[in-house]
């Protein structure tokens, strides 16, 4: 049973403003590509309201001469408060890109100065903006002066151990007219591997005027809070922890308003939600969502008996009634044992 330090609670109650926007939650769901589409955002605003959620990694170039935007960046009506994420390292094709970004609904827009991935960071994008900060802050610049929504960017430390410019980086954003930084603890170098580093984030918050959030390793209220104590972050985005879990996100939050924890999902209702999950990605994208819906349903089906076997079989599903069928058989069992012990998460660890 955590318990709420007053110190975060006092620091923590008011809204977190990103320029002009007043978000009501301090925890934010991050970008992931091939995850955090319309679909799966729905599942972690039910239980998050008021949090910012991100799209996935929209490439700038590819929507710059389309009719027809890519799925990944539509936007739920009414769906706030929201973030599109563009990637590219030209700063007039990311302006045009912002423009059709809140033409969507965006309530913010926000760069990507992250991605490890080499062929995202061989064409200038990404992370590897981290070793070009003037083109960093130019594309940070034209992107203010081209929409009138607040400009955030998400990063890491630095390149490798070698070369760890955050401290310098985010203030060179900053003085460009960022409204926010999210800085995931990890160099380019380590990829997802390895203890995200939250030392540097603590010295970046105290170095900037803007709200700085922390991202790494946010996998439990427990982490959330010792994480919000050590770096004194304006708040936490969490990642790979909401995989087949996107419970967590609305967990914390509630834990930081409330300074209740909050009942958690047994291994049946994880299950349920992997079975609504897979019925919506059908829904929305029909034969290619339930290709989607494999890794989900692998995610969701961890940290109870006979759960290998069960994700084995998931992992092949080939339509929604197959899907459903195995995700009943399991829940039906899990009914019938009873088993308070199964009513506990599974340990969630990095996918
Ligand atoms: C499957 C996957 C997809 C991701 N996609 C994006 C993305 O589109 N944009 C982004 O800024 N970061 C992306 N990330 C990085 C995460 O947002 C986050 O920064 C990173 O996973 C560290 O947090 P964690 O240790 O809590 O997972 C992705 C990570 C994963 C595992």
Not at 16 to 23: D, F, M, Q, R, T
Not at 80 to 87: E, G
Not at 296 to 315: D, S, V
Request: hydrophobic letters at 40%; proline letters at 5%; a neutral charge.
């Amino acid at each position: 049973m955590s318990v709420l330090p007053t110190e975060l609670k006092h620091r923590l109650s008011a809204p977190l403003k990103i320029g002009n926007l007043e978000v009501n939650s301090r925890v934010l769901q991050s970008p992931l590509s091939g995850v955090t589409d319309l679909v799966f955002r729905r599942l972690v605003r039910r239980y998050a309201p008021t949090s910012m959620m991100y799209t996935e990694m929209v490439h700038a170039s590819q929507i710059r001469h389309v009719r027809e935007l890519p799925i990944i960046m539509e936007i739920d009506p009414g769906e706030r408060p929201i973030s599109i994420q563009l990637f590219d390292c030209r700063p007039d094709f990311l302006a045009d890109a912002a423009r059709k970004a809140v033409a969507e609904g965006a309530d913010t827009v926000d760069i990507n100065m992250g991605c490890p991935v080499n062929k995202i960071t061989k064409n200038g994008g990404g992370s590897s903006l981290l070793r070009q900060p003037e083109v960093a802050a130019e594309i940070v610049r034209s992107l203010v002066e081209a929409v009138a929504v607040p400009i955030t960017v998400k990063t890491r430390i630095g390149w490798d151990d070698g070369e760890i410019n955050i401290l310098d980086f985010s203030r060179r954003m900053e003085d460009a007219g960022a409204q926010m930084i999210t800085i995931h603890g990890r160099t380019r170098a380590q990829g997802y591997t390895g203890k995200a580093n939250w030392e540097w984030i603590a010295k970046v918050k105290e170095s900037l005027s803007i709200p700085v959030i922390a991202n790494g390793d946010i996998i439990s209220v427990e982490s959330a809070v010792k994480c919000l104590q050590e770096t004194g972050a304006d708040g936490v985005m969490c990642s790979r922890g909401t995989l087949g879990y996107p419970f967590l996100v609305g967990e914390i939050d509630h834990f930081l308003k409330t300074g209740c924890t909050k009942a958690l999902p047994t291994a049946a209702e994880r299950l349920e939600c992997a079975k609504e999950h897979l019925q919506a990605l059908w829904v929305y994208k029909g034969q290619r969502g339930i290709y989607q819906s494999r890794k989900h349903m692998t995610w969701y089906a961890k940290g109870f008996p006979g759960a290998n076997e069960l994700r084995e079989r998931l992992a092949r599903v080939e339509t929604v009634e197959a899907g459903c069928e195995l995700l009943d058989g399991a829940i039906a069992q899990l009914r019938q044992q009873n088993r308070p012990e199964l009513d506990s998460p599974p340990v969630r660890q990095p996918a």
